[in-house]
């Protein structure tokens, strides 16, 4: 047990390391220090960092609302990673330094992804708490809302915008296709959520088959 937590000590020190140096080259590579904050990408790495930060030094297990926060970073960072590779990259290669990218986009996602596998108790997920899950990313729906009211702007390209991604431009394509792209990405992070919980508890059954068989 204590070569695991050893194991899993430099594991988390790994995740973090490449999580903060992507972190700083994001903000630093990539325009305007709050106009990088502002995007999900960077919000959910830093929920990464400070989580997974928490976690290294924490003496002993996590309780029940932690692991549920854990699961909530850690869908969080899923869907920057989805989200990246199937919606944004292809329209925006080219713009984004290599390591940057690389490092908000895929290490740290797979990185926290594996460490579930590799560490995490299993079936200690529960359904009841997806709803929660969901807040992060509606939430930054709604500061992203906010930030282009009150002047905040990203450029792309020399392209000056009021939204950090095409999907909830209101001004580039109207309110009702960003409702309906909200409604898909909301549907897509619940599905995500209740895939997440289901595998959660199918390893613990699949466990006891095997114990019983053995």
């Known amino acids: 047990m204590d ?103 895929t290490y740290t996602p797979l990185l926290v992804l594996l460490d579930y596998f590799l560490f995490d108790k299993k079936g200690m997920l529960k359904y009841r708490d997806i709803p929660y899950w969901l807040s992060i990313p509606l939430g930054y729906f709604v500061y992203a809302n906010l930030y282009a009211l009150l002047g905040g702007t990203f450029t792309y390209d020399e392209t000056t915008t009021r939204y950090p991604y095409f999907f909830i431009n209101p001004d580039l394509i109207g309110w009702a296709m960003v409702l309906v792209f909200v409604l898909i990405l909301s549907l897509f992070v619940v599905g995500l959520s209740f895939l997440f919980v289901f595998v959660d508890h199918k390893i613990v059954q699949e466990k006891k088959v095997i114990e019983k068989e053995t």
Not at 53 to 71: D, H, I, P
């Open 3 to 105: 070569k695991i937590k050893k194991w899993r000590k430099g594991y988390l020190v790994l995740l973090l390391i490449g999580n903060l140096i992507g972190v700083c080259l994001y903000l630093f590579d990539e325009g305007p220090i709050i106009e990088s904050l502002s995007y999900f990408t960077i919000i959910s790495n830093i929920l990464v960092f400070f989580f997974f930060t928490y976690v290294l030094f924490k003496k002993g297990e996590l309780n029940q609302k932690e692991r549920s926060m854990k699961a909530a970073v850690t869908i969080s960072i899923m869907v920057t990673f989805i989200v990246f590779q199937t919606l944004l990259a292809p329209t925006i290669q080219g713009e984004l330094s290599f390591w940057d990218s690389f490092l908000c986009h």
